[in-house]
C-alpha cells in the first residue's frame, strides 16, 4: 500500500505560477521504486494526463498542452514529486492529482497507476 497526497495548490491569475507537491511513501516500497505521474480533472470533463517522471528522474512525459510550460521533477531523498506550472491559463483550471505507478509501466494512461491521491484544486482566473 502506497499513500499519496497532493500539496500546493491555490488560486493564481493567468500567467502566474504555481507549484504542487506530491508526498508517497509505503511501508514496504521504496520511492525510488515508483513512477509517478500527475493527472488533472476540469469540471464536466473527464480525467486527463499532465506529466510522469520515471524513478529516477531521468525520463519525463508531458501532455502537448501543458509542454514548454510545465516540469515534473522528483526529490527521491524526501519522498517527493513537483509539477512546476508556469505561464497558467484559465483552462489549466482543474483539480490535479498525483499517481502512483508500482506494477507495470509508466503510461499516460491513468489505468497504468496503482494508486492516487484525492487532489489538489488549482484555479487560474482570467
Known amino acids: 500500500q502506497v499513500q499519496v497526497v497532493e500539496s500546493g495548490g491555490g488560486l493564481v491569475q493567468a500567467g502566474g505560477s504555481l507549484r504542487l507537491s506530491c508526498a508517497a511513501s509505503?511501508?514496504?516500497?521504496?520511492?525510488?521504486?515508483?513512477?509517478m505521474g500527475w493527472f488533472r480533472q476540469a469540471p464536466g470533463k473527464e480525467r486527463e494526463f499532465v506529466a510522469n517522471?520515471?524513478?529516477?528522474?531521468?525520463?519525463?512525459d508531458y501532455a502537448d498542452s501543458v509542454k514548454g510550460r510545465f516540469t515534473i521533477s522528483r526529490a527521491n531523498a524526501k519522498n517527493t514529486v513537483y509539477l512546476q506550472m508556469t505561464s497558467l491559463k484559465p483552462e489549466d483550471t482543474a483539480v490535479y492529482y498525483c499517481?502512483?505507478?508500482?506494477?507495470?509501466?509508466?503510461?499516460?494512461?491513468?489505468?497504468?497507476?496503482?494508486?492516487w491521491g484525492r487532489g489538489t484544486q488549482v484555479t487560474v482566473s482570467s
Open positions: 509505503g511501508r514496504t516500497v521504496a520511492f525510488t521504486d515508483l513512477a
Open positions: 517522471i520515471d524513478w529516477s528522474g531521468v525520463i519525463t
Open positions: 499517481a502512483v505507478v508500482q506494477y507495470g509501466r509508466m503510461t499516460q494512461s491513468g489505468n497504468s497507476y496503482d494508486y
